[in-house]
């Protein structure tokens, strides 16, 4: 089992940033790939950004220029680092975890609880 932890969520301005990250525990060895997704309200999740064990990164086109994922290893820990945050990007965001290197929700095996990211106009 893995367990997953987000934090940093928050209220921030149009063409503010913010950080959010995701602490891994348990059984790390099955969050070899881990990946972000969102979901607003009234909307379905979507894919926002993933990362393999090597450091290969991939984005949704809506974030692509804008948010960087990265990782650390030896803290166990995925951030997601969000620049020229748009009123569009508010949303519960959710890290995510497990064997396969997909933008599918459904692949991922492990999932945090979520955190709220606010962009006001």
């Known amino acids: 089992q893995v367990q997953l932890v987000e934090s940093g969520g928050g209220l921030v301005q149009a063409g503010g940033s913010l950080r959010v990250s995701c602490l891994a525990s348990?059984?790390?060895?099955?969050?070899?790939?881990m990946a972000w997704f969102r979901q607003a309200p009234g909307k379905e999740r979507e894919f926002v950004a993933r990362?393999?064990?090597?450091?290969?990164?991939n984005y949704a086109d809506s974030v692509k220029g804008r948010f960087t994922i990265f990782r650390d290893n030896a803290k166990n820990t995925m951030y997601l680092q969000m620049n020229s945050l748009k009123p569009e990007d508010t949303a519960v965001y959710y890290c995510?975890?497990?064997?396969?290197?997909?933008?599918?929700?459904?692949?991922?095996?492990?999932w945090g609880q979520g955190t709220q990211v606010t962009v006001s106009s």
């Open positions: 348990g059984r790390t060895s099955g969050s070899s790939n």
């Open positions: 990362i393999n064990s090597g450091g290969v990164t």
């Open positions: 995510a975890a497990g064997i396969f290197f997909s933008t599918n929700g459904r692949d991922y095996a492990y």
